[in-house]
């Protein structure tokens, strides 16, 4: 009578294992099933490499290489509002403030997330490419002063890969200090 009880038992658990494996199965064919995008995904590395290159020719001061990466109707935005319309207006000025405001300029500690917005949800986030980007800056200004600070920049590519948004999260109070003689 124990032998047959045993077998009953033994062969109870072999079921259950066996229709758990069934189950998991079903679950994985309904999950391969659902193509629906999700809101965000997670971007091609070769744009983190674009950043990296473009932080490297900021840095080096070769503002012409740097803007070769931007759209011609770009448009750069500080979170304090002040925005530069086309590529030869963010040219121009990043190139006088370059020569003529910092003497030297720093990226270190840079934090990269390239991200693909599918459903935009609220304000800029523009369905497309967006870089994301955290870094510390430390400046050199031509007045001799010295600022050390944090950075945060949202760059949106087109479909040419080229930059046509730019927005620039920065706290310009310490900055304009920075530049008093």
């Given at each position: 009578?124990?032998?047959?009880?045993?077998?009953?038992?033994?062969?109870?658990?072999?079921?259950?294992?066996?229709?758990?494996?069934?189950s998991d199965q079903t679950t994985m064919v309904k999950d391969a099933s659902d193509t629906k995008p999700q809101p965000a995904?997670?971007?091609?590395?070769?744009?983190?490499?674009?950043?990296?290159?473009?932080?490297?020719k900021f840095e080096s001061?070769?503002?012409?290489?740097?803007?070769?990466?931007?759209?011609d109707n770009a448009v750069y935005r500080?979170?304090?509002?002040?925005?530069?319309a086309g590529k030869k207006a963010i040219l121009d000025y990043w190139k006088n403030r370059r020569a003529n405001v910092i003497d030297s300029i720093h990226f270190s500690n840079?934090?990269?997330?390239?991200?693909?917005i599918n459903q935009p949800q609220k304000g800029p986030d523009a369905p497309g490419i967006w870089l994301l980007n955290w870094y510390q800056v430390n400046a050199k200004y031509k007045t001799g002063k010295k600022l050390q600070f944090w950075v945060h920049t949202d760059y949106h590519f087109d479909a040419s890969d080229k930059i046509d948004q730019a927005i620039q999260y920065i706290d310009m109070a310490p900055i304009k200090a920075a530049l008093m003689k």
């Open positions: 009578m124990k032998k047959i009880a045993l077998a009953f038992i033994l062969s109870g658990i072999l079921l259950a294992c066996n229709n758990s494996k069934t995904e997670f971007a091609d590395a070769k744009y983190m490499d674009i950043g990296k290159q473009m932080m490297q001061g070769d503002m012409d290489a740097w803007t070769n990466m931007f759209a500080w979170s304090s509002g002040d925005s530069l840079d934090i990269w997330l390239p991200i693909k």
